[in-house]
């Protein structure tokens, strides 16, 4: 950390722990001093930061600079307050311990300043929400508030304060602000009705006057000249008003608005302001032998109007003053003296005790709805210790509470560490200090306490002054080394020191107090008749601020000093039960001037604030110590043997786990309870160790987890599964039961029905017979016949033979008839020629089976079947067939033609013609489309045909008929057609002559000569036409 710091510190150095000599002040000095005119105002000491004054405006407070320093570690960026603040409230949020800072330093050091970055710091560096921007604003608006109302122009410090504040910021566990409450301590209320030269009163007065609302102080009666009013015009020059004040009026008006009060809270508020103004006006005479008069009512009217109470009520009040006796009361007449005191007694608690309510009324607007336990940030800003020309009860007052806040400072950081090491049991070296509290005593033990001396002197019957006090002290703690009076003192001393006065040795520096005034202000009294006329008016925040009930309580109320006393006291208690941080202010020069730093004046601050002391003790001690037990419930995960529990002492806890951490022998020191840890970089890198361990601990716990919640699913689902499964097996089981039933009773049945299945229709085969039936009919309904030449049919069982019989000859006939309705007269008409093609060859042509498959056609000219094959045929078309059809003699119509092959009578010779069947002849056409023979019905005897397979057909002709050159031999591919056709052309099938078949079976033929030739015809393995040996044709075909 050292080598980084100094890296940095181009300047000085940023932690007087690395100063070269630490215990010399000049070196302490030197270093503040060079820094300051760098304007690095802030300086460590350890944890405790020292703060210059810088007295101008430095760019280190932006909202930038907030998020540099949010998150970053303590010692990793350049001292700031920011990295103060920032530092507690991690703590805070880490440890859950409630934190308070405290700042000290002497009235114009920058407390107040200091205070109001570490709000706004702790207001940005919290999380946001629309809530919490609400309590955030009303924690930053406080402020301003009662800087106008408590704070004032010194000659110290132009926003000096004069009241003293603890602020408590309240925080929910995640460190969200969540409300606030704040303690306000002794308000320097004399200020209210005198202060000295050069000095102002309260803010609040010249803002108001200066607010620039016409309406307001017309309403208030108000002219906008301090000089007007008598209270604020004895500062003389430097105590007028300034623009600075019209704005701020502006923003007093925002904060009250924002802290919630209301336009007639605040109208009453002013008024009152208004009201201490034209008392400070009012006057008194007294004529000779007459009483005290108030000259001037109209001012007294204006109170009375600004209140809302009687006129001669307060007149009466402000000139008389009612003193019970035995069993009744004297009103007595006050002199023009005591008036004047009563008037100021009345202004300062007026305006005391509105200070007081304007707390409280913050404190209501702050207020936490939440009921948890919050964690507590508090701010301590204290009037600092202040030595006058002339020193009066507030000083005294003031410095007393800086005492105590010495006290404290050294009972926290320099006493209570020199203990604990010894404690601990760690070697130490003691480091000498002054330890105040000799001081306290003098002020505030009993019974011969300065403060007890005086609350008696108060109460004591007989003519008690401040002088008979100022005696009384010297008689008592004159011998004590820090007071010094005028009566008990050497003469040298005596020369600067009047009758009037005492001589305290503070530990910050001497000062010396005037006596007067100080019985009077330590009574605090206000006569009760004033008390009662403020319990009558009718403005709200005077009757909230005087109760009726206090005018009953007899008793004497405690001293302004004692209750001060008391109250400190609790604060002390506030500020112990909290981990302190601290920020020590120290003030440049006198002067309020930015760059002048005066080394002497600087110098009386570090001597007195302890500095030099703080530093020695941080230098031979320890940064960081933290008791084993939380040291090790920290960091124990950093070391396997201490995770996740170590069963020994955490004592050897710790020793295990630094030395697993490889701390040297100088870094660290195991006390008895703690772990000392001398330096910052060893807790800042084990602290980084922890935040990397962070993660792979929140990945496995994350893992582990996960793995746990599956598996707890897993094993829910399980049972679920199982469960399930076991109802749904029983549901199929059953199921499977009661189909098993069903079945057997099926079957039972089935079996009893098919032995019964032939006796009547009955109860025991009813179900069968249906079944059967039923089955029947789907098998029927899936294999019925497809066309009319199918024969297959189902076999039907006996018990629907009948049905069966009828409903396949139904099925049958109507298919028929469906098949002959569908049909085309062509297509009966080839039909019927089939049936004559049946009656001529059935039976007799051995062919003829496998032709009947073969179709007959259709006759048109253009598709003569077969004719492709003839070469100079195909060409024969429609015309040409018309030309031959002309050429006929008389004219016909060609009802069918084929290619045929026509053998010579003669020779058998073999030659291609295109055969034409018409109405009364048929004619041969050659290739060259001639007609070659025309074969007329007349002439035509029969037609032979084979009984074997060929396509062999001898015309027969009648022999005489003209033309005739004898029997026409012809082969065509379709001999069944063709016979068949000619038959029906000529209507006669009888023409028709199959040869039966004999041993030889042969067809003669005539020639023209009258002569005859013969045809053979057998079967054979291969089918052949040729002429034989012995003259005849010779045609086989296969078998
Ligand atoms: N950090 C700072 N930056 C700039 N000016 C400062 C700073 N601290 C103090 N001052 C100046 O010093 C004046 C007195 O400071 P203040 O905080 O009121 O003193 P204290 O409260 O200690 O009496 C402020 O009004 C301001 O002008
Ligand atoms: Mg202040």
Redesign the pocket.
């Known amino acids: 950390m050292e080598a980084a710091l100094l890296e940095r510190d181009k300047i000085g150095v940023q932690d007087f722990v690395l100063l070269h000599d630490h215990l010399s002040l000049d070196e302490f000095l030197s270093n503040l001093e060079k820094r300051f005119k760098h304007d690095l105002?802030y300086t460590y000491i350890g944890p405790v930061l020292v703060?210059v004054?810088?007295?101008?405006?430095?760019s280190i407070?932006s909202a930038e600079v907030m998020d540099l320093y949010r998150s970053e570690d303590f010692y990793e960026l350049p001292p700031h307050?920011f990295a103060l603040s920032d530092a507690a409230y991690r703590y805070m949020i880490d440890e859950n311990r409630d934190q308070c800072v405290l700042?000290s330093?002497?009235?114009?050091?920058?407390?107040?300043?200091?205070?109001?970055?570490i709000l706004q710091y702790i207001a940005k560096a919290s999380r946001h929400s629309k809530e919490v921007e609400d309590v955030k604003e009303r924690l930053l608006e406080s402020n301003p508030l009662l800087e106008a109302f408590g704070?004032a122009k010194t000659n110290?410090?132009?926003?000096?304060?004069r009241f003293g504040k603890y602020m408590d910021i309240q925080f929910d566990f995640q460190g969200i602000p969540v409300g606030g409450h704040i303690l306000n301590y002794l308000l320097e209320k004399s200020r209210v009705v005198r202060h000295v030269g050069g000095e102002r009163n309260f803010h609040i007065f010249y803002e108001l006057l200066n607010s620039g609302d016409v309406v307001l102080l017309e309403k208030l009666c108000l002219s906008s000249d301090p000089h007007d009013y008598f209270y604020l015009k004895q500062g003389g020059v430097g105590s007028e008003t300034t623009v600075h004040d019209n704005n701020m009026f502006k923003v007093v008006k925002h904060a009250l608005d924002v802290c919630d009060f209301g336009q007639d809270q605040q109208q009453d508020l002013f008024a009152i302001v208004a009201c201490v103004l034209h008392l400070g006006n009012l006057t008194f005479v007294q004529e000779r032998g007459s009483r005290t008069q108030i000259p001037d009512e109209k001012c007294i009217s204006i109170i009375c109007k600004l209140l809302g109470c009687e006129e001669n009520l307060l007149y009466t009040a402000l000139l008389n003053r009612t003193v019970p006796a035995k069993d009744d009361e004297i009103k007595t007449p006050l002199s023009v003296e005591q008036a004047y005191q009563a008037r100021d007694a009345l202004a300062k608690a007026v305006y005391d005790r509105m200070f007081t309510w304007l707390v409280h009324r913050i404190n209501d607007s702050l207020m936490s709805q939440k009921k948890e336990r919050k964690m507590l940030f508090g701010l301590l800003?204290i009037?600092?210790f202040e030595i006058f020309e002339s020193n009066g009860f507030e000083q005294f007052c003031i410095n007393y509470c800086n005492e105590k806040l010495q006290q404290l400072f050294i009972e926290l950081t320099l006493k209570s560490e020199q203990e604990e090491y010894l404690r601990e049991g760690i070697e130490w070296e003691p480091v000498e200090y002054f330890n105040n509290k000799i001081i306290c005593d003098l002020i505030d033990s009993k019974p011969m306490g300065m403060i007890a001396i005086m609350d008696e002197e108060c109460v004591r019957p007989g003519e008690a002054t401040d002088e008979t006090f100022l005696t009384k002290m010297s008689d008592n703690i004159g011998k004590h080394d820090h007071f010094t009076s005028y009566e008990c003192t050497d003469k040298t001393t005596k020369k600067t020191i009047s009758r009037t006065e005492f001589r305290l040795k503070h530990y910050a520096g001497d000062v010396t107090y005037s006596v007067s005034g100080f019985l009077e202000k330590n009574n605090d009294l206000l006569y009760r008749d004033l008390k009662k006329v403020m319990t009558q008016t009718s403005n709200s925040v005077t009757l909230d601020m005087f109760n009726k009930e206090e005018l009953e309580i007899k008793k004497r109320p405690e001293s302004a000093a004692t209750s001060f006393k008391q109250s400190l006291s609790k604060l002390m208690n506030i500020l112990m039960s909290k981990e302190p941080s601290y920020v020590r202010?120290v003030?440049p020069n006198d002067s309020?001037r930015s760059s002048i730093f005066s080394r002497s004046i600087v110098e009386h601050q570090v001597k007195y604030l302890g500095l030099m002391e703080n530093l020695r003790v941080r230098r031979a001690g320890f940064a960081y110590r933290r008791p084993h037990r939380f040291f090790l419930q920290r960091y124990k995960s950093l070391c396997p043997a201490t995770w996740p529990h170590f069963s020994g002492s955490d004592r050897d806890g710790v020793q295990t786990l630094v030395n697993h951490l490889n701390y040297e022998e100088e870094d660290y020191r195991l006390g008895i309870s703690k772990i000392f840890i001398r330096l910052p970089k060893v807790l800042f890198a084990t602290e980084e160790l922890l935040q990397a361990r962070k993660h792979q601990l929140a990945t496995s716990i994350q893992a582990k987890y996960k793995g746990f919640y599956t598996r707890k699913n897993f094993l829910r689902m399980r049972v679920a599964v199982i469960m399930i499964a076991k109802h749904w097996r029983r549901v199929m089981a059953r199921r499977l039961l009661e189909k098993r039933k069903w079945a057997v009773q099926v079957i039972r049945k089935y079996i009893k029905g098919f032995m019964l299945r032939n006796e009547p229709e009955c109860e025991e085969n009813r179900g069968f017979i249906h079944f059967t039936r039923y089955n029947y009919l789907t098998r029927l309904r899936d294999n019925l016949p497809k066309s009319v030449l199918d024969k297959n049919w189902p076999a039907a069982p006996r018990l629907v033979q009948e049905a069966n019989d009828y409903m396949r000859e139904l099925y049958m006939s109507n298919m028929v008839r469906r098949y002959c309705t569908a049909m085309s007269p062509e297509k009966k008409a080839r039909m019927e020629e089939k049936v004559v093609a049946e009656t001529i060859f059935k039976d007799k042509k051995s062919s003829y089976p496998a032709s009947i498959r073969q179709p007959f056609h259709h006759f048109t000219v253009t598709q003569i079947p077969g004719l492709q094959g003839i070469t100079g045929l195909n060409q024969l078309h429609t015309q040409v067939f018309s030309k031959l059809s002309k050429k006929l003699d008389p004219p016909e119509e060609i009802v069918y033609a084929c290619p045929a092959t026509k053998f010579d009578r003669n020779g058998y010779k073999n030659r291609d013609r295109l055969f034409m069947l018409a109405n009364n002849a048929i004619y041969l056409v050659a290739e060259k489309k001639e007609i070659k023979d025309v074969i007329l019905f007349n002439s035509l005897k029969s037609i032979s045909v084979s009984p074997f397979g060929d396509n062999i057909l001898v015309l027969h002709l009648h022999p005489n008929d003209y033309g005739v050159k004898g029997d026409v031999i012809l082969q065509t591919p379709n001999v069944f057609e063709t016979c068949t056709k000619i038959a029906n052309q000529v209507k006669n099938p009888e023409l028709i002559n199959i040869i039966s078949k004999g041993v030889l079976v042969c067809i003669k033929h005539s020639l023209k000569t009258g002569k005859e030739g013969m045809i053979e015809f057998s079967e054979g393995p291969i089918a052949k036409t040729t002429k034989g040996k012995n003259g005849h044709l010779c045609v086989i075909s296969s078998a």
Do not use: F, Q
Request: charged content about 30%.
């Open positions: 105002i703060s004054n810088p007295y101008k405006e430095l407070y307050v700042i330093g002497e009235s114009g050091a920058g407390k107040t300043e200091a205070s109001k970055k704070n110290r410090n132009d926003n000096s304060s800003d009037y600092g202010c003030k309020k």
